[in-house]
Nanobody
Framework: QVQLVESGGGLVQAGDSLRLSCAAS????????MGWFRQTPGKERELVAA????????YYADSVKGRFTISRDNAKNTGSLQMNSLTPEDTAVYYC???????????????????WGQGTQVTVSS
């Protein structure tokens, strides 16, 4: 089992940057693909970015391509999401998730992830 704890959320202005971190504990972090999701009230949780267990493959939602960067440091059991040029539309609770499906793929669906953090709020004011 893997425990995930997000940090780094906060209130920023449009155009600012934030870096979210995900600290993993429990089983070997490198055995899991990782993803960042976000959710706003009344909407379904959506994938923002995903990275394979070694980090050679990444995936980004169209809405964040060119602005967000996902990364991981398996030696430190951490994952990160660098968010630049933030807009009010990026306001959401952001969740870190881990998938134990194996292989060097990225996973884009909520049901493909086995473990979730508690979420961190990101609010972008205009």
């Amino acid at each position: 089992q893997v425990q995930l704890v997000e940090s780094g959320g906060g209130l920023v202005q449009a155009g600012d940057s934030l870096r979210l971190s995900c600290a993993a504990s429990g089983r070997t972090f490198s055995d899991y693909a990782m993803g960042w999701f976000r959710q706003t009230p009344g909407k379904e949780r959506e994938l923002v970015a995903a990275i394979s267990w070694i980090g050679r493959r990444t995936y980004y939602a169209d809405s964040v391509k060119g602005r967000f960067t996902i990364s991981r440091d398996n030696a430190k059991n951490t994952g990160s999401l660098q968010m630049n040029s933030l807009t009010p539309e990026d306001t959401a609770v952001y969740y870190c998730a881990a998938s134990g499906r194996g292989t060097n793929y990225v996973y884009t669906r909520v049901y493909e992830y086995d473990y979730w953090g508690q979420g961190t709020q990101v609010t972008v004011s205009s």
